[in-house]
């Protein structure tokens, strides 16, 4: 139903198409007697993009669809309209593609030189507990003294003698019993010259300067090590 609604629409189009030529070819070749003077060119330029202004019942209207010359002009008008709206089209089109490529430039630029930015904000400190106590009941506050700057930190923890390889959870509290949390971070070990380190990023620029706990805790133990550390 739609579907030849749909033909017999763009038939009549077509059909309605070819009346029109016929008429401007007859217009053209000066078989029809336009009434009236010509109108003038800003009539005749509404005319051509089919302003609302202007009425049908016109008289204007039915000289120009019958004067030879107004024909003429409105045809050219028409089909400058055509190119203008065309070359608007092409500028617009243009335009949205530069917008495009700038953004996916900027998104590029973005994420290849972000990571880079922080890596040269960042700060390489190295905690080392080596010498830090690891059996339980010592007092490693009298042997440790850790001082880091607010900032974001490459942090380095060499980790005390006879500590098990593997994964460490690194966190900086507000006491040593876990409470109030800074920053923490999770890493494997790696030995260098015999000695278990792990390396983590955490972000201590937000945090007040002041007395804080460096804790380690080993994936496979329950108890966590603390460590005083000054935030400086
Ligand atoms: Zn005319």
Redesign the pocket.
């Known amino acids: 139903m739609r579907l030849s609604w749909r033909r017999s629409s763009d038939a009549e189009d077509r059909f309605e198409q070819w009346i029109a030529q016929q008429h401007q070819q007859r217009v053209l070749a000066g078989e029809t007697t336009?009434s009236g003077?010509?109108?003038d060119e800003k009539f005749l330029r509404d005319l051509a993009r089919r302003s609302p202004n202007i009425s049908l019942s016109d008289p204007r209207v039915d000289?120009?669809a019958t004067?030879?010359?107004?024909m003429s002009r409105l045809l050219a008008l028409r089909q400058e309209q055509r190119s203008r709206r065309r070359k608007v089209m092409v500028a617009a089109v243009a335009a949205s593609c530069a917008i495009l490529m700038a953004a996916v430039l900027v998104g590029i630029y973005t994420t290849r030189h972000t990571p880079k930015t922080e890596n040269a904000m960042a700060v390489s400190q190295t905690v080392n507990l080596w010498d830090a106590g690891t059996v339980r009941g010592e007092q490693p506050g009298q042997l440790q003294s850790v001082s880091l700057p607010a900032a974001h930190i490459n942090l380095t923890i060499v980790l005390p003698q006879h500590s098990s390889a593997g994964q460490y959870l690194v966190a900086i509290t507000r006491d040593q019993n876990g409470n109030g949390l800074i920053a923490e971070g999770f890493s494997s070990t790696s030995a260098t010259s015999g000695k278990e380190q792990i390396t983590i990023s955490i972000d201590l620029s937000k945090a007040q300067a002041g007395q804080y706990f460096l804790s380690t805790t080993h994936e496979q133990e329950q108890a966590a090590y603390y460590y005083p550390l000054q935030i400086r």
């Open positions: 336009p003077p010509c109108p000289h120009a004067c030879p010359t107004c």
